[in-house]
């Protein structure tokens, strides 16, 4: 549905749209929020990240950003 979509595509979209998606890495015990505010997650895919949320953590392995 999203493809190869990034977080640059949804700034670029939705110019009045904030987006935070809140993930929790269970390996290192942190919370990761990702944004489309400041730039610094641009280039995450959109499919990288649904795959991070803790909504998915059931249905999809545990994934290493380092």
Do not use: W
Not at 5 to 17: L, M, P, V
Not at 27 to 44: C, F, M, P, R
């Amino acid at each position: 549905m999203v493809g190869d979509q990034t977080i640059k595509d949804t700034r670029e979209r939705y110019k009045n749209t904030s987006m935070f998606v809140p993930c929790y890495n269970l390996t290192q015990g942190k919370i990761k929020v990702y944004d489309n505010i400041d730039g610094t997650d641009d280039d995450i895919k959109l499919t990288d990240i649904s795959l991070d949320t803790s909504a998915a953590m059931f249905y999809f392995p545990i994934r290493n950003h380092g």
